[in-house]
């Protein structure tokens, strides 16, 4: 074997060994300034930080976020390629005003305070409160005395569940020796606790009507804390809409989105599909992007996304054919139910109030139900409030896929492909070279 082939090997076995020895070490850690924002996002508040590399933070306009500034240990991971920080080690509070500038103007003087964010029914409920200052201490009391009674019913729960299991040891001795038994009844277990809150922290709440601003932090000596002057853009949706979350029948693990007022939703013939209406807003893709992510390359500034802010409850859908209603659909609850058997499928069916079986059951989800009918190429839909008036940016048309005949689709691309091989072929016949007979 010649000596270049085992070059290129050895060369890269030993750039992977020395790559992994590097990112085995542990990364090197420095105290530095940061700020720590909790910005409201349309729907929920988005916990994140800017480290100095990042020169511009983010905002949505009219609505309250907080902004504090810290001191933390900050390292870089070469593996995301982004800064990260170790506020188990060290989260200091910078004392000190937050400055807000505009066009070099001062314009506000922001102190700091206590806040408190929090999700009474749960993370994923949609229901979210942030108080400050006096309020934030009383609900983060609150929290925490419901979460208490949550710990003492789950502890009678058990207590409950340890006699419960004596009763029924006593009652099984009974029927072994003939007596009369009597099965008490089972302890209820007490509802999951789903309130979240975060601990009380220090930040300065802020809100802003849409423009370019920058900030910087005062200490408490007058002067300006290093590393602390940023820009700050705080910027608006471009428009609000209607949008849906479509949840098929075949797929619902997987919903796909209907977000653009112009889209067209495809449907198979003869299937079903839930849909749920969302409160939407068009963002600048770029702006909105670094709201979450500041250390993120992705995102442009001429492009702009639809952001879900909350479900659209109440009301009902219209169908329509050729302009025409044909069709209401109400708002209802399903199940979804797993189908018995090696095919591992399941089935969505109309939830049932009282549960089902032994033990009561919620909702697996809500949504309008619409059924695609076979023979009709395609339908509209609508969403009308429950005064009659249709919601504005509601209509989307809901075109069928035709599933005959689809090995012609498969055909097409061999089209090209055939007719280049054909073509090669001829060519080769018609420039052949001659073979002259030898005589």
Request: hydrophobic share 35%.
């Amino acid at each position: 074997m010649r000596k270049g082939t085992l070059c290129l090997p050895v060369t890269l076995l030993l750039s992977i060994f020395f790559t992994a020895a590097a990112l085995a070490q542990a990364p090197v850690k420095e105290r530095r300034f940061v700020y720590g924002v909790n910005a409201f996002a349309g729907r929920d508040y988005v916990g994140t930080f800017y480290p100095p590399t990042v020169n511009t933070l983010y905002l949505l306009a009219d609505t309250r976020s907080i902004i504090s500034p810290r001191y933390t240990l900050l390292y870089f991971w070469p593996i995301t390629n982004e800064y990260k920080v170790d506020w188990d080690s060290l989260n200091e509070t910078v004392t000190g005003t937050l400055e807000i500038l505009r066009r070099g103007k001062l314009l506000h003087s922001l102190s700091q305070t206590k806040y408190v964010i929090q999700h009474p029914r749960g993370l994923d409920a949609g229901e979210v409160h942030l108080y400050i200052g006096r309020e934030a201490e009383a609900q983060y009391q609150e929290f925490q005395r419901q979460r208490q009674a949550y710990r003492d019913r789950v502890w009678e729960y058990y207590e409950a569940t340890r006699r419960y299991q004596e009763q029924l040891e006593e009652e099984l001795a009974r029927g072994e020796r003939g007596e009369e038994v009597s099965i008490p009844d089972p302890p209820l277990e007490p509802e999951p606790f789903m309130f979240f809150s975060t601990s009380l922290n220090d930040g300065s709440p802020i809100e802003l009507p849409a423009g370019a601003y920058s900030i910087r932090i005062r200490g408490a000596d007058g002067q300006i804390v290093p590393q602390s002057e940023r820009k700050l853009i705080v910027f608006s949706p471009r428009r609000e809409g209607l949008g849906y979350t479509i949840i098929p029948q075949t797929k619902w693990t997987t919903p796909e989105q209907a977000d653009d007022p112009s889209q067209v939703i495809y449907a198979r013939s003869g299937s079903s599909m839930y849909l749920q209406p969302f409160v939407e807003e068009e963002h600048n893709e770029l702006y909105y992007t670094r709201l979450a992510k500041p250390q993120s390359t992705e995102g442009r500034s001429d492009r702009w996304v639809w952001v879900h802010i909350q479900p659209k409850d109440g009301g009902y859908l219209e169908v329509l054919r050729d302009g025409q209603v044909i069709g209401r659909v109400e708002r209802k609850p399903y199940w979804v139910k797993q189908i018995p058997g090696p095919a591992l499928g399941y089935e969505v069916v109309e939830y049932q109030a009282g549960g089902e079986g032994s033990r009561p059951r919620s909702p697996d989800f809500e949504g309008y139900e619409i059924r695609v009918e076979p023979g009709q190429p395609s339908y509209a839909i609508r969403l009308v409030e429950p005064d009659g008036s249709v919601v504005v940016g509601s209509e989307r048309e809901i075109r069928l896929v035709k599933t005959r005949n689809l090995w012609a689709l498969y055909l097409l691309p061999l089209l090209p492909l055939t007719a280049g091989v054909s073509l090669t072929v001829w060519r080769r016949g018609k420039v052949a070279p001659r073979q002259d007979k030898v005589s």
